[in-house]
Nanobody, 124 residues
């Protein structure tokens, strides 16, 4: 089973961009579906984006559609979340997750493996 490590979080100003990385080790996750979730203080974990690479499909929540892009680099066994036009309400810990069955779900319980999270803070 793969292990996931997120990186790339930080403190930015509203309107800035960040690219989060989700690196897999312990095996290739090219056939997995990958999702990004986030959790703000005092709030439940929220789905952000997901991708089924074998079908070439990507999905985004309404709150990030048009601003965030999920992508991957197979050679680096890494998935990215490019976040543009960041807003203070994007502040959260961001998690990547992998689904062995290839289901690009918006529900957390369908994911088998999770990273430890990376903090994103957007100041106004």
């Amino acid at each position: 089973q793969v292990q996931l490590v997120e990186s790339g979080g930080g403190l930015v100003q509203a309107g800035d961009s960040l690219r989060l990385s989700c690196a897999a080790s312990g095996g290739s996750f090219n056939t997995y579906a990958v999702g990004w979730f986030r959790q703000a203080p005092g709030k439940e974990r929220e789905w952000v984006s997901a991708a089924n690479w074998s079908r070439g499909t990507t999905f985004y929540s309404n709150s990030v559609k048009g601003r965030f892009t999920i992508s991957r680099d197979n050679a680096k066994n890494t998935v990215y979340l490019q976040m543009n036009l960041l807003k203070p309400e994007d502040t959260a810990v961001y998690y990547c997750a992998a689904n062995r069955a290839g289901l690009a779900a918006s529900v957390a319980r369908y994911y088998d493996t999770w990273g430890q999270g990376t903090q994103v803070t957007v100041s106004s």
